[in-house]
């Protein structure tokens, strides 16, 4: 629990340290927002600010840091570790400078500040990789949250009636003006959210279980280390405890409805880290698990429903898996809200019109409810799209930290706080698309190999970039 206890901690003060200095290096002014100067009533709409960081909150919290985490947990100390220098030191700055970016930018969706700091090509090829990415989170937050609630009530009331009720709420919460079910109920889900992790935390230290330290070693306790070794599995397993792209294309939602951009760091940054510390606690809380019943167990829902209810009696354990149904249907719905969005920056389309929104509508959630329907069909269906939708989520989040580095560089800001990030997170994705079953299943070496060499071009070709930029302006 000393660890524990220090990792804790430590999210608690990156917050009011690092996070500070990530404010200070972006210099947030009193301009106006997007939401002040862009008012349509349905997507720009300004709304007090902390009522957008339950949204944001809510937003990125969806399976990554609970069933992320707790798969992550198999991997010994080292989960821990890297929950929380991930949180701080690049998914709570990715997440910062990518609200920022679009917030400085006019609410700018994502592949457009890709596009804006990396080309033109990079911005097509990311408009396209990001839609596919939101489909693909909108179908993977639906069979969870559905199997959950089939839980909790009568037989009659299967997982397929319920995944029928969830697929029709998104429907809604993206067709709809964001303050009329988003800015609604989100508070509500995040007081559950938040109960839940509150919670699972007091019990913690009621119990006080035994949880590996930091000077017991960082070996891979996984039953599977052989085949799953922590680099690169564990760093992609945890995901959105650490560090997502997925919430790079969530931050220009609430850049939208931002007031000020000095409410950036509550709201983008702030979020990050709440979610790292909810990802802490399900780790320990899986540890513990794991401990009292082997390791064998692979079902996060499993997990989640057995220390909910040995720890929070039955009332308890209701409201928690409450808390859990609502992180991923909040992710999912707001994932469909962002590819329309996407889609109407690129096609220029105004979203005022409810019958322009269906245009865009329609053809996605006819390809979302096919995947669906496999991951149904197919046993192993779900989890085939869970691994890919794990690693393109990681390979987006790739492209945003390259994205802001060049910022960085062209302001002659202090690059180096991402680059070094772009580059381990560069070496992780391309390593673990090589060595998974689900990718190339080439062997150990040869996969980090090929890792290592893509972390030699990306930063070569940086540097050559950087020398061409300050050999323009020493011409100029």
């Avoid at 399976?63 to 949180?87: D, E, N, Q, R």
């Avoid at 606690?281 to 499993?302: D, K, L, P, Q, R």
Wanted: aromatic letters at 12%.
């Amino acid at each position: 629990m000393i660890t524990f206890t220090l990792c804790l901690l430590a999210l608690i003060v990156g917050y009011f340290t690092y996070g500070r200095l990530m404010e200070r290096v972006f210099g947030p002014d009193d301009r106006k927002t997007p939401a002040l100067t862009k008012a349509d009533g349905v997507d720009y709409i300004p709304l007090p600010t902390w009522k957008i960081f339950m949204i944001q909150f809510l937003n990125i919290a969806g399976l990554g840091p609970i069933f992320g985490a707790i798969m992550g947990a198999k991997f010994g100390s080292s989960a821990y570790l890297w929950i929380v220098l991930g949180s701080i030191f690049a998914g709570a700055m990715h997440d910062y400078f990518a609200g920022m970016l679009s917030l400085r930018n006019g609410g700018e969706s994502l592949p457009e500040i890709i596009g804006r700091y990396l080309g033109l090509t990079a911005k097509q090829v990311m408009r396209g990789f990001t839609v596919i990415l939101m489909i693909l989170v909108g179908a993977v937050f639906v069979a969870g949250p559905a199997g959950l609630l089939a839980k909790l009530t009568p037989e009659s009331l299967d997982a397929t009636f319920w995944i029928i009720v969830v697929f029709a709420y998104y429907m809604l919460a993206t067709l709809l003006p964001v303050d009329k079910i988003i800015g609604k109920i989100y508070p509500l889900f995040a007081i559950a959210l938040l109960f839940m992790a509150v919670g699972i935390l007091v019990m913690l230290y009621v119990n006080h279980p035994a949880l590996p330290e930091l000077w017991d070693g960082l070996q891979n306790t996984n039953p599977e280390a052989n085949e799953l070794p922590i680099f690169p599995i564990m760093f992609v397993s945890i995901a959105c405890g650490a560090i997502s792209g997925f919430h790079a294309t969530q931050s220009p939602l609430m850049a939208r409805c931002m007031t000020s951009e000095r409410h950036g760091r509550p709201v983008f940054y702030g979020a990050m880290i709440t979610e790292g510390i909810v990802a802490l606690i399900w780790a320990a809380a899986a540890t513990y698990f794991f401990h009292e019943n082997g390791m064998e167990e692979s079902n996060a829902s499993v997990i989640v429903d057995a220390i909910t209810k040995e720890w929070l009696g039955a009332i308890g354990g209701v409201l928690a898996i409450l808390g859990v149904i609502a992180a991923p249907i909040t992710s999912g719905d707001t994932a469909f809200r962002s590819a329309r969005l996407i889609v109407a920056d690129f096609l220029g389309m105004e979203q005022k019109s409810m019958r322009r929104r269906l245009y865009i509508c329609i053809p996605m959630f006819v390809v979302a409810i096919g995947l669906l329907l496999y991951s149904l069909r197919d046993a192993n269906g779900f989890n085939m799209i869970w691994r890919y939708f794990a690693w393109a989520n990681q390979t987006l989040a790739v492209f945003t930290l390259w994205a802001i580095t060049v910022f960085l560089a062209v302001s002659k800001k202090p690059y180096i706080i991402t680059l070094i990030p772009a580059l381990f997170m560069t070496c992780v994705c391309s390593t673990y698309i090589c060595i998974a079953p689900e990718g190339l299943g080439l062997s150990h070496a040869v996969s980090y190999g090929i890792g290592i060499a893509c972390v030699v071009i990306a930063a070569a070709w940086f540097y050559v970039w950087l020398g061409k930029q300050k050999t323009r302006k020493l011409s100029e």
